[in-house]
Protein backbone atom coordinates (compact mmCIF):
# COMPACT_ATOMS: atom_id res chain seq x y z
CA UNK A 1 0.00 0.00 0.00
CA UNK A 2 1.17 3.66 -1.05
CA UNK A 3 0.19 6.76 -0.03
CA UNK A 4 0.93 10.45 0.78
CA UNK A 5 0.20 12.83 3.35
CA UNK A 6 -0.14 15.65 1.38
CA UNK A 7 0.45 19.46 3.07
CA UNK A 8 1.14 19.16 6.50
CA UNK A 9 3.78 20.94 8.66
CA UNK A 10 6.06 18.20 10.00
CA UNK A 11 7.45 18.35 12.98
CA UNK A 12 10.32 16.97 14.67
CA UNK A 13 12.33 17.37 17.24
CA UNK A 14 15.20 19.62 15.48
CA UNK A 15 12.68 21.74 13.66
CA UNK A 16 9.69 21.59 10.97
CA UNK A 17 9.21 22.43 7.66
CA UNK A 18 5.89 21.65 5.08
CA UNK A 19 6.05 18.78 3.14
CA UNK A 20 4.60 16.19 1.59
CA UNK A 21 5.27 12.14 3.28
CA UNK A 22 4.56 8.99 1.72
CA UNK A 23 3.58 5.77 3.26
CA UNK A 24 5.02 2.08 1.39
CA UNK A 25 4.01 -1.17 3.04
CA UNK A 26 4.00 0.97 6.51
CA UNK A 27 7.45 3.02 6.50
CA UNK A 28 7.80 6.20 5.61
CA UNK A 29 9.56 5.76 2.07
CA UNK A 30 9.99 9.97 0.90
CA UNK A 31 9.31 12.89 2.65
CA UNK A 32 9.61 16.16 -0.07
CA UNK A 33 8.31 19.60 -0.11
CA UNK A 34 5.72 18.19 -2.69
CA UNK A 35 5.45 14.57 -4.21
CA UNK A 36 3.39 13.95 -7.35
CA UNK A 37 0.21 12.61 -6.21
CA UNK A 38 -0.64 9.31 -7.79
CA UNK A 39 -4.42 9.24 -7.82
CA UNK A 40 -6.80 11.45 -5.48
CA UNK A 41 -7.72 7.99 -3.60
CA UNK A 42 -3.93 8.16 -2.65
CA UNK A 43 -3.84 11.15 -0.93
CA UNK A 44 -4.66 12.58 2.38
CA UNK A 45 -4.81 16.22 2.64
CA UNK A 46 -3.55 17.80 5.91
CA UNK A 47 -3.35 21.09 4.53
CA UNK A 48 -3.03 23.42 8.21
CA UNK A 49 -2.01 20.15 10.37
CA UNK A 50 0.98 18.84 11.72
CA UNK A 51 2.62 15.97 11.05
CA UNK A 52 4.35 14.49 14.20
CA UNK A 53 5.96 11.22 14.78
CA UNK A 54 2.99 8.70 16.66
CA UNK A 55 3.89 8.97 20.68
CA UNK A 56 5.23 6.51 22.86
CA UNK A 57 3.98 6.19 26.16
CA UNK A 58 6.95 4.61 27.83
CA UNK A 59 5.66 3.18 31.43
CA UNK A 60 2.19 1.74 31.65
CA UNK A 61 0.85 -0.99 33.76
CA UNK A 62 -1.86 -3.05 31.33
CA UNK A 63 -4.07 -6.18 33.05
CA UNK A 64 -1.99 -5.91 35.75
CA UNK A 65 -2.71 -7.20 39.09
CA UNK A 66 -3.33 -5.33 42.11
CA UNK A 67 -4.11 -7.14 45.49
CA UNK A 68 -7.45 -8.41 45.06
CA UNK A 69 -7.91 -6.67 41.45
CA UNK A 70 -6.44 -5.53 38.16
CA UNK A 71 -5.46 -2.04 36.63
CA UNK A 72 -9.08 -1.22 34.42
CA UNK A 73 -7.44 -1.42 31.18
CA UNK A 74 -6.44 -4.76 29.78
CA UNK A 75 -3.90 -5.00 26.10
CA UNK A 76 -6.76 -4.09 24.38
CA UNK A 77 -8.86 -1.17 25.68
CA UNK A 78 -5.15 0.63 26.75
CA UNK A 79 -3.90 0.41 23.47
CA UNK A 80 -7.40 1.57 21.89
CA UNK A 81 -7.27 4.65 23.96
CA UNK A 82 -3.46 5.17 23.52
CA UNK A 83 -4.03 5.39 19.44
CA UNK A 84 -7.05 7.58 20.35
CA UNK A 85 -4.78 10.12 21.63
CA UNK A 86 -1.90 9.64 19.35
CA UNK A 87 0.06 6.90 20.75
CA UNK A 88 1.46 4.54 18.42
CA UNK A 89 3.81 2.38 21.15
CA UNK A 90 2.85 1.74 24.52
CA UNK A 91 5.63 0.35 27.06
CA UNK A 92 4.27 -2.24 29.41
CA UNK A 93 6.17 -2.74 32.88
CA UNK A 94 6.03 -6.45 33.59
CA UNK A 95 6.03 -7.54 37.52
CA UNK A 96 8.38 -10.54 38.83
CA UNK A 97 7.01 -12.56 40.95
CA UNK A 98 10.06 -14.38 43.77
CA UNK A 99 11.29 -17.76 42.07
CA UNK A 100 10.52 -16.87 38.10
CA UNK A 101 12.43 -15.76 35.59
CA UNK A 102 11.81 -12.60 34.26
CA UNK A 103 12.05 -13.60 30.84
CA UNK A 104 8.88 -15.88 31.62
CA UNK A 105 6.95 -13.37 33.30
CA UNK A 106 7.43 -11.45 29.94
CA UNK A 107 6.73 -14.45 28.16
CA UNK A 108 3.50 -14.34 29.89
CA UNK A 109 2.82 -11.09 29.20
CA UNK A 110 3.24 -11.16 25.54
CA UNK A 111 0.80 -14.12 25.18
CA UNK A 112 -2.03 -11.63 26.88
CA UNK A 113 -0.72 -8.55 24.30
CA UNK A 114 -0.41 -10.22 21.07
CA UNK A 115 -3.94 -11.11 20.65
CA UNK A 116 -4.94 -8.05 22.22
CA UNK A 117 -2.89 -5.19 21.30
CA UNK A 118 -3.91 -2.90 18.94
CA UNK A 119 -0.39 -0.49 18.11
CA UNK A 120 2.80 -1.84 18.98
CA UNK A 121 4.46 -2.97 21.83
CA UNK A 122 6.99 -3.32 24.32
CA UNK A 123 8.20 -4.76 27.54
CA UNK A 124 10.81 -3.96 30.33
CA UNK A 125 11.47 -6.31 32.36
CA UNK A 126 10.60 -6.09 36.38
CA UNK A 127 13.09 -7.68 39.50
CA UNK A 128 11.88 -8.02 42.85
CA UNK A 129 14.93 -10.51 43.71
CA UNK A 130 18.76 -10.28 43.45
CA UNK A 131 20.22 -13.32 43.42
CA UNK A 132 22.57 -15.43 40.86
CA UNK A 133 19.57 -16.60 39.13
CA UNK A 134 18.08 -13.67 38.34
CA UNK A 135 21.58 -11.42 37.98
CA UNK A 136 22.10 -14.40 35.09
CA UNK A 137 18.88 -14.05 32.92
CA UNK A 138 20.86 -10.34 31.83
CA UNK A 139 22.42 -11.43 28.66
CA UNK A 140 19.83 -13.12 27.45
CA UNK A 141 17.05 -10.53 28.27
CA UNK A 142 19.33 -8.40 26.01
CA UNK A 143 19.91 -10.76 23.45
CA UNK A 144 16.03 -10.98 22.93
CA UNK A 145 15.19 -7.16 23.10
CA UNK A 146 14.65 -6.42 26.64
CA UNK A 147 16.59 -3.71 27.50
CA UNK A 148 15.59 -2.19 30.29
CA UNK A 149 14.66 -3.33 33.80
CA UNK A 150 12.43 -1.76 36.51
CA UNK A 151 13.14 -1.61 40.15
CA UNK A 152 11.32 -0.61 42.51
CA UNK A 153 12.69 1.06 46.32
CA UNK A 154 9.72 0.38 48.21
CA UNK A 155 6.76 -1.91 48.28
CA UNK A 156 6.44 -5.17 49.18
CA UNK A 157 8.89 -6.06 46.28
CA UNK A 158 11.10 -3.58 46.39
CA UNK A 159 15.06 -3.88 46.40
CA UNK A 160 16.92 -3.10 49.50
CA UNK A 161 20.24 -1.04 48.61
CA UNK A 162 22.22 -4.21 48.55
CA UNK A 163 20.18 -5.62 45.95
CA UNK A 164 19.40 -2.61 43.61
CA UNK A 165 23.61 -1.50 43.77
CA UNK A 166 24.01 -5.26 42.96
CA UNK A 167 21.72 -4.79 40.42
CA UNK A 168 23.29 -2.19 38.60
CA UNK A 169 26.50 -3.34 38.41
CA UNK A 170 25.64 -6.27 36.79
CA UNK A 171 22.91 -4.24 34.21
CA UNK A 172 25.60 -1.96 33.69
CA UNK A 173 28.00 -5.06 32.58
CA UNK A 174 25.51 -6.00 30.25
CA UNK A 175 24.08 -2.82 28.98
CA UNK A 176 20.83 -2.77 30.49
CA UNK A 177 19.00 0.33 31.72
CA UNK A 178 17.61 0.29 35.56
CA UNK A 179 14.75 2.52 35.93
CA UNK A 180 13.93 3.29 39.18
CA UNK A 181 10.77 3.90 41.42
CA UNK A 182 12.54 6.28 43.44
CA UNK A 183 10.04 6.38 47.40
CA UNK A 184 11.92 5.81 50.67
CA UNK A 185 10.56 2.68 51.99
CA UNK A 186 11.44 3.40 55.28
CA UNK A 187 10.00 6.61 55.33
CA UNK A 188 6.80 5.69 53.73
CA UNK A 189 6.43 2.50 56.19
CA UNK A 190 7.19 4.87 59.72
CA UNK A 191 4.88 7.78 58.15
CA UNK A 192 2.40 5.05 57.52
CA UNK A 193 2.81 3.50 60.85
CA UNK A 194 2.08 6.23 62.89
CA UNK A 195 -1.09 7.70 60.66
CA UNK A 196 -2.61 4.10 61.35
CA UNK A 197 -1.75 4.14 65.04
CA UNK A 198 -3.12 7.93 65.40
CA UNK A 199 -6.58 6.77 63.15
CA UNK A 200 -5.55 8.96 60.39
CA UNK A 201 -6.29 7.07 57.76
CA UNK A 202 -10.18 8.80 56.61
CA UNK A 203 -8.60 10.91 54.02
CA UNK A 204 -6.57 11.09 50.77
CA UNK A 205 -4.48 13.44 52.17
CA UNK A 206 -2.86 11.16 54.75
CA UNK A 207 -1.81 9.16 51.19
CA UNK A 208 -0.34 12.40 50.61
CA UNK A 209 1.25 12.62 53.72
CA UNK A 210 2.87 9.27 54.40
CA UNK A 211 4.49 9.71 51.19
CA UNK A 212 5.89 13.27 50.90
CA UNK A 213 8.06 15.29 49.32
CA UNK A 214 11.19 14.13 51.31
CA UNK A 215 10.91 10.30 50.77
CA UNK A 216 11.30 10.81 46.86
CA UNK A 217 13.69 13.58 47.45
CA UNK A 218 15.61 10.99 49.26
CA UNK A 219 15.23 8.29 47.29
CA UNK A 220 15.87 10.27 44.15
CA UNK A 221 19.85 11.12 45.17
CA UNK A 222 20.39 7.51 46.94
CA UNK A 223 19.33 5.89 43.56
CA UNK A 224 21.61 8.21 41.35
CA UNK A 225 24.33 7.91 44.26
CA UNK A 226 24.10 3.91 43.97
CA UNK A 227 24.21 4.10 39.95
CA UNK A 228 27.11 6.47 39.79
CA UNK A 229 29.31 4.29 42.19
CA UNK A 230 28.29 1.22 40.31
CA UNK A 231 29.02 2.95 36.94
CA UNK A 232 25.85 2.58 35.51
CA UNK A 233 23.26 5.21 34.14
CA UNK A 234 20.17 5.43 35.96
CA UNK A 235 16.64 6.21 34.67
CA UNK A 236 14.31 8.03 37.29
CA UNK A 237 10.27 6.70 36.30
CA UNK A 238 7.47 9.61 37.63
CA UNK A 239 9.17 12.14 39.68
CA UNK A 240 7.27 13.93 40.99
CA UNK A 241 9.40 16.56 44.01
CA UNK A 242 11.15 19.87 43.14
CA UNK A 243 14.26 18.75 45.17
CA UNK A 244 14.65 15.43 42.64
CA UNK A 245 14.42 17.69 40.38
CA UNK A 246 17.22 20.27 41.57
CA UNK A 247 19.24 17.29 41.86
CA UNK A 248 19.04 15.56 38.43
CA UNK A 249 19.58 19.06 36.89
CA UNK A 250 22.70 18.87 38.72
CA UNK A 251 23.86 15.65 37.94
CA UNK A 252 23.41 16.73 34.05
CA UNK A 253 25.12 19.68 34.53
CA UNK A 254 28.22 17.13 35.45
CA UNK A 255 27.27 14.87 32.80
CA UNK A 256 26.24 12.09 35.30
CA UNK A 257 24.02 9.35 33.15
CA UNK A 258 20.71 10.18 35.12
CA UNK A 259 17.44 10.46 32.92
CA UNK A 260 14.63 11.26 34.34
CA UNK A 261 10.58 11.23 33.30
CA UNK A 262 7.94 13.09 34.86
CA UNK A 263 4.01 12.45 33.68
CA UNK A 264 1.31 14.80 32.95
CA UNK A 265 -0.74 14.51 36.22
CA UNK A 266 2.57 16.06 38.32
CA UNK A 267 2.57 18.60 35.73
CA UNK A 268 -1.10 19.58 36.27
CA UNK A 269 -2.50 18.94 39.59
CA UNK A 270 -0.78 19.12 43.54
CA UNK A 271 -1.31 17.88 46.42
CA UNK A 272 -4.50 19.86 46.88
CA UNK A 273 -6.55 17.23 45.26
CA UNK A 274 -6.21 15.31 47.70
CA UNK A 275 -8.52 17.20 49.90
CA UNK A 276 -10.99 16.95 47.67
CA UNK A 277 -13.90 14.84 48.07
CA UNK A 278 -12.83 12.72 45.68
CA UNK A 279 -9.27 13.02 46.73
CA UNK A 280 -9.16 8.78 46.43
CA UNK A 281 -9.56 8.94 42.37
CA UNK A 282 -6.32 11.10 42.65
CA UNK A 283 -4.24 8.20 44.85
CA UNK A 284 -1.18 7.39 42.81
CA UNK A 285 2.66 6.19 44.16
CA UNK A 286 4.48 9.09 44.38
CA UNK A 287 1.40 11.05 44.71
CA UNK A 288 1.23 14.55 43.50
CA UNK A 289 3.10 16.58 45.82
CA UNK A 290 2.93 21.08 46.32
CA UNK A 291 2.67 23.87 44.19
CA UNK A 292 6.89 24.33 44.48
CA UNK A 293 7.28 20.55 42.53
CA UNK A 294 4.34 21.06 40.20
CA UNK A 295 6.61 24.26 39.24
CA UNK A 296 10.20 22.85 38.99
CA UNK A 297 9.14 20.00 36.84
CA UNK A 298 7.56 22.47 34.46
CA UNK A 299 11.36 24.23 34.66
CA UNK A 300 12.82 20.84 34.28
CA UNK A 301 10.48 20.15 31.16
CA UNK A 302 11.43 23.59 29.85
CA UNK A 303 15.07 22.74 30.68
CA UNK A 304 16.12 19.04 29.86
CA UNK A 305 16.54 18.03 33.04
CA UNK A 306 13.49 15.72 32.52
CA UNK A 307 13.91 13.79 28.99
CA UNK A 308 11.07 11.92 28.93
CA UNK A 309 6.97 12.09 29.58
CA UNK A 310 5.26 8.91 29.98
CA UNK A 311 1.81 8.46 31.88
CA UNK A 312 2.11 5.42 34.53
CA UNK A 313 -1.40 4.57 33.04
CA UNK A 314 -2.41 2.00 35.59
CA UNK A 315 -5.87 3.07 36.30
CA UNK A 316 -9.08 1.80 38.51
CA UNK A 317 -12.33 1.91 39.00
CA UNK A 318 -14.38 4.94 41.01
CA UNK A 319 -15.75 1.82 43.39
CA UNK A 320 -12.36 0.20 43.93
CA UNK A 321 -10.62 3.76 44.42
CA UNK A 322 -13.54 3.96 46.93
CA UNK A 323 -12.08 1.10 49.01
CA UNK A 324 -9.53 4.05 50.22
CA UNK A 325 -12.44 6.50 51.83
CA UNK A 326 -12.24 5.08 55.31
CA UNK A 327 -8.35 4.26 54.79
CA UNK A 328 -6.24 5.28 52.34
CA UNK A 329 -4.22 2.00 52.35
CA UNK A 330 -6.82 0.14 50.84
CA UNK A 331 -7.11 1.99 47.75
CA UNK A 332 -5.45 0.95 44.36
CA UNK A 333 -2.48 2.92 43.75
CA UNK A 334 -2.19 4.61 39.96
CA UNK A 335 -3.74 7.26 37.55
CA UNK A 336 -5.16 6.85 33.73
CA UNK A 337 -3.43 8.66 31.33
CA UNK A 338 -2.78 6.76 27.62
CA UNK A 339 -5.03 8.79 26.01
CA UNK A 340 -4.24 12.28 27.17
CA UNK A 341 -0.46 12.42 27.61
CA UNK A 342 0.36 13.89 24.03
CA UNK A 343 -2.72 15.89 23.42
CA UNK A 344 -1.35 17.25 26.71
CA UNK A 345 1.73 18.19 26.31
CA UNK A 346 0.73 19.45 22.55
CA UNK A 347 -1.97 22.04 23.89
CA UNK A 348 1.41 23.24 26.35
CA UNK A 349 3.10 23.52 23.45
CA UNK A 350 -0.21 25.70 21.76
CA UNK A 351 -0.04 27.87 25.05
CA UNK A 352 3.67 28.89 24.07
CA UNK A 353 4.74 26.99 27.46
CA UNK A 354 7.04 24.57 25.61
CA UNK A 355 8.00 24.61 21.87
CA UNK A 356 6.07 21.74 19.28
CA UNK A 357 9.33 20.24 18.66
CA UNK A 358 10.48 20.12 22.49
CA UNK A 359 6.65 18.06 22.71
CA UNK A 360 7.59 15.80 20.19
CA UNK A 361 11.10 15.25 22.13
CA UNK A 362 9.59 14.54 25.23
CA UNK A 363 7.10 12.28 24.07
CA UNK A 364 8.19 10.23 21.14
CA UNK A 365 11.94 10.73 20.43
CA UNK A 366 13.72 10.80 23.75
CA UNK A 367 11.93 7.36 24.75
CA UNK A 368 12.45 5.87 21.62
CA UNK A 369 16.48 6.08 21.96
CA UNK A 370 16.55 5.71 25.60
CA UNK A 371 14.73 2.67 25.69
CA UNK A 372 16.21 1.30 22.06
CA UNK A 373 13.68 1.50 19.43
CA UNK A 374 15.15 3.52 16.71
CA UNK A 375 12.35 2.43 14.27
CA UNK A 376 10.20 4.65 16.13
CA UNK A 377 10.30 8.38 16.94
CA UNK A 378 11.04 10.52 14.13
CA UNK A 379 9.40 11.58 10.67
CA UNK A 380 12.08 10.49 8.91
CA UNK A 381 12.60 8.14 5.88
CA UNK A 382 13.14 4.66 6.72
CA UNK A 383 11.24 4.77 10.17
CA UNK A 384 7.94 3.18 10.88
CA UNK A 385 5.18 5.37 9.84
CA UNK A 386 3.87 5.85 13.02
CA UNK A 387 2.23 9.39 12.62
CA UNK A 388 -0.08 11.57 14.18
CA UNK A 389 -2.45 14.11 12.08
CA UNK A 390 -2.64 17.07 14.52
CA UNK A 391 -5.28 20.50 14.08
CA UNK A 392 -3.75 22.94 16.31
CA UNK A 393 -7.10 24.71 15.70
CA UNK A 394 -9.26 22.17 17.28
CA UNK A 395 -11.15 22.93 20.44
CA UNK A 396 -11.23 19.91 22.67
CA UNK A 397 -12.87 18.85 26.24
CA UNK A 398 -11.67 15.47 28.10
CA UNK A 399 -14.88 14.22 29.92
CA UNK A 400 -15.47 10.14 30.19
CA UNK A 401 -17.67 10.40 27.84
CA UNK A 402 -15.36 10.98 25.13
CA UNK A 403 -11.94 9.01 26.31
CA UNK A 404 -11.68 5.16 25.48
CA UNK A 405 -10.47 3.29 28.29
CA UNK A 406 -12.48 1.13 30.81
CA UNK A 407 -12.40 3.39 33.66
CA UNK A 408 -15.60 5.22 34.35
CA UNK A 409 -13.84 8.17 35.61
CA UNK A 410 -11.05 10.78 34.45
CA UNK A 411 -9.37 12.85 36.44
CA UNK A 412 -9.01 15.50 33.88
CA UNK A 413 -12.67 15.92 33.44
CA UNK A 414 -13.17 19.15 31.82
CA UNK A 415 -9.97 20.04 31.31
CA UNK A 416 -10.11 22.15 27.77
CA UNK A 417 -7.41 21.36 25.39
CA UNK A 418 -6.41 24.15 22.23
CA UNK A 419 -5.79 21.22 19.34
CA UNK A 420 -6.19 17.66 19.21
CA UNK A 421 -5.20 14.79 16.84
CA UNK A 422 -7.36 14.02 14.25
CA UNK A 423 -5.31 11.12 12.94
CA UNK A 424 -3.32 8.13 14.48
CA UNK A 425 -1.47 6.04 11.64
CA UNK A 426 0.42 2.90 13.17
CA UNK A 427 3.38 1.63 10.71
CA UNK A 428 0.93 3.06 7.91
CA UNK A 429 -2.46 1.94 8.99
CA UNK A 430 -5.19 4.71 10.68
CA UNK A 431 -5.92 3.72 13.70
CA UNK A 432 -7.92 6.55 14.72
CA UNK A 433 -9.90 9.10 12.47
CA UNK A 434 -11.63 12.70 13.89
CA UNK A 435 -13.22 10.51 17.34
CA UNK A 436 -13.23 6.82 16.34
CA UNK A 437 -11.02 3.62 16.75
CA UNK A 438 -10.45 2.09 13.38
CA UNK A 439 -7.80 -0.13 14.33
CA UNK A 440 -7.94 -3.82 15.42
CA UNK A 441 -6.99 -5.97 17.99
CA UNK A 442 -4.13 -8.11 17.36
CA UNK A 443 -2.43 -5.26 15.13
CA UNK A 444 0.12 -4.64 17.45
CA UNK A 445 3.65 -6.06 17.00
CA UNK A 446 6.10 -6.67 19.73
CA UNK A 447 9.42 -4.72 19.61
CA UNK A 448 12.42 -6.26 20.35
CA UNK A 449 14.87 -3.38 21.65
CA UNK A 450 18.31 -2.27 20.98
CA UNK A 451 20.63 -1.08 23.68
CA UNK A 452 19.71 2.38 25.58
CA UNK A 453 21.53 5.11 23.75
CA UNK A 454 23.23 5.80 27.38
CA UNK A 455 25.10 3.12 26.41
CA UNK A 456 26.61 5.26 23.29
CA UNK A 457 25.45 2.24 20.97
CA UNK A 458 22.86 4.34 18.75
O1 LIG B 1 0.60 4.52 41.80
C1 LIG B 1 1.21 4.03 40.85
N1 LIG B 1 2.13 4.73 40.26
N2 LIG B 1 0.93 2.79 40.45
C2 LIG B 1 1.54 2.08 39.42
C3 LIG B 1 2.76 1.34 39.87
C4 LIG B 1 3.96 2.23 39.98
O2 LIG B 1 4.48 2.43 41.04
O3 LIG B 1 4.45 2.73 38.95
ZN1 LIG C 1 6.36 3.21 40.05
ZN1 LIG D 1 4.33 2.68 37.13
Known amino acids: ??????????????????GDVRITDGIISEISPEIASITAENVIEADGLFVLPGGIDSHTHLEMKMGDTYSADDYESGTVAAACGGIT???DYTLQENGRSMLDEIQSRYLLAREKACVDYAFHGGISEVNPERLSELEEMRKQGFTSIKAYMTYAFGLDDYSLYKLLKAAAAHQILITVHAE??????VNRE????????????????????????????????????????????HLGNAAGETYISSCKEKEIRVYAETCPQYLEFTNEVYKRGDGVRFICSPPMKG???????????????????STDHCPSQSYEKEWGISDFTKAPNGLMGIENM??????????????????VELCSNN?????????????????????????????????????????????????????????????????????????????????RRETSCCYGMN
Open 89 to 91: TVF
Open 291 to 309: EQSRDKLWDGVRSGAIDVI
Open 1 to 18: MDYIIKGGTVINPDGRFK
Open 184 to 189: SDAMVR
Open 367 to 447: PSKLFGCSQKGNVAVGKDADLVLYDPQKHFTITKKNMHSRTDYTIYEGKELTGYPVMTVSRGRIVYREGEFTGEAGYGRLI
Open 194 to 237: ELIEKGKTDSAWYHYLSRPEAAEEEADIRAVKLALAAGAPVYIV
Open 342 to 359: YPYMLDAANRGMISFERA
